[in-house]
Nanobody, 123 residues
Framework: EVQLQASGGGLVQAGGSLRLSCAAS????????IGWFRQAPGQEREGITC???????LYADSVKGRFTMSSDNAKNTVYLQMNNLRPEDTAVYYC?????????????????RGKGTLVTVSS
């Protein structure tokens, strides 16, 4: 059974950094498009970055230049390095996998979805 677990969230001041991890079990990451999503209080869940063989690595404008996704296939782990954090980045962050080559905009179109980790950015 494929399981995803995001971790690394916490409380950070504006301008600070965090690195989130997403550990995947029973899956070969090379076979999947990998996405990070987030949901801020009172808002819909949104995709912020995705990595796929067909689309490459994509970033939402809101995080471009500040967030970087990477992966360690040997550890079956995906990372999200978040720099220069802003209060508006406060959200629960989720990782998800989609079998194949395409990134999905909708979190619920992903095949495997992990539990989130909370990031709180204070001003």
């Amino acid at each position: 059974e494929v399981q995803l677990q995001a971790s690394g969230g916490g409380l950070v001041q504006a301008g600070g950094s965090l690195r989130l991890s997403c550990a995947a079990s029973d899956v070969t990451l090379d076979d999947y498009a990998i996405g990070w999503f987030r949901q801020a209080p009172g808002q819909e869940r949104e995709g912020i970055t995705c990595d796929s063989s067909s689309d490459g690595r994509l970033y939402a404008d809101s995080v471009k230049g500040r967030f970087t996704m990477s992966s360690d296939n040997a550890k079956n782990t995906v990372y999200l390095q978040m720099n220069n954090l802003r209060p508006e980045d406060t959200a629960v962050y989720y990782c998800a996998l989609k079998y194949g080559e395409l990134c999905m905009k909708n979190y619920f179109d992903m095949d495997f979805r992990g539990k989130g980790t909370l990031v709180t950015v204070s001003s």
